[in-house]
C-alpha cells in the first residue's frame, strides 16, 4: 500500500468515528425523583392516628407530636395541661408517586369523627381536638376542598374540623412513639374502651 492509500484509508476511519460521534444519541441523565413530602394533622389520641396512617400505601413514616401551640419544646404534661394550646398530632412523610395528597386527606376523614369540636371520642379538651395544618396556599386549597366533599359523605352532622395554617412540629417523648407496636396490649385496650371504631361506623358507615 503506497502511502498515499494508506493516509487515505486512515482518514475515512477517522471520518467514520466522528461521524458516529455525532449521530450518536447522547444519554440523558433520568431525572430526581420528586422528594417526599409531608402533613400534618391532628385527630385526638396521637397513637390511634400514628397507628392508623401507617397503614396507607405511600406513607413513608409517622411521627406523633404536638403542633398549633405557643410553648416551645412542649411535654405531654405541657399539652394536657391544656396550657400551651398545642393540638396532639401526626406528620406524616409521604411519597407523591405513590400517594396523592387529596387521596391522603380522604382517608384522614375517615379516621376522625369531623362533627365533635370538644375533642375525639373518650378523649376530651383542646389538645384532642382534630384539626389539618397546611403548610402552603396549594395545601389549604386541597383541604377546603377535602372537606366540602367530606361533608357530603357523613351520615350525620356538620363538619367542625378546623384548617389552620402549621406552626413547628414537635416530636413527642420517645414512649409515645410507635406505641401501638410497642405496647400493643395497652394500645389494643385503650382503643376498645375509648370506642373509636365504634363511633367511626356511626359516623360514616360500614
Avoid at 406513607?59 to 405557643?70: A, F, I, P, Q, R
Avoid at 369523627?113 to 373518650?122: I, L
Wanted: net charge neutral; glycine share 8%; aromatic share 10%.
Amino acid at each position: 500500500m503506497t502511502i498515499k492509500r494508506l493516509a487515505l484509508a486512515v482518514l475515512l476511519t477517522l471520518s467514520a468515528a466522528l461521524l458516529a460521534l455525532t449521530v450518536a444519541p447522547v444519554a440523558q441523565a433520568a431525572p430526581p425523583p420528586p422528594p417526599l413530602q409531608s402533613a400534618v394533622f391532628a385527630g385526638g389520641c396521637f397513637w390511634c392516628m400514628e397507628h392508623d396512617m401507617k397503614g396507607i400505601p405511600g406513607v413513608v413514616k409517622v411521627e406523633s407530636g404536638y403542633t398549633g401551640g405557643h410553648v416551645d419544646h412542649p411535654t405531654y404534661e405541657d399539652v394536657t395541661s391544656e396550657t400551651s394550646g398545642h393540638y396532639e398530632s401526626v406528620r406524616v412523610t409521604f411519597d407523591p408517586k405513590k400517594l396523592d395528597y387529596g387521596f391522603l386527606l380522604y382517608r384522614y376523614w375517615k379516621l376522625i369523627d369531623p362533627t365533635d369540636g370538644d375533642g375525639q371520642f373518650c378523649d376530651r379538651g383542646p389538645s384532642y381536638r382534630s384539626a389539618i395544618f397546611v403548610a402552603n396556599d396549594e395545601q389549604r386549597k386541597a383541604a377546603e376542598q377535602s372537606k366540602r366533599e367530606a361533608q357530603k359523605l357523613l351520615k350525620h352532622g356538620v363538619i367542625v374540623t378546623a384548617i389552620l395554617p402549621l406552626k413547628a412540629f414537635w416530636p413527642a417523648e420517645d414512649y409515645h412513639r410507635n406505641f401501638s407496636e410497642t405496647n400493643a396490649a395497652h394500645y389494643n385496650a385503650y382503643r376498645a374502651g375509648c370506642g373509636r371504631d365504634a363511633r367511626l361506623r356511626q359516623v360514616w358507615g360500614g
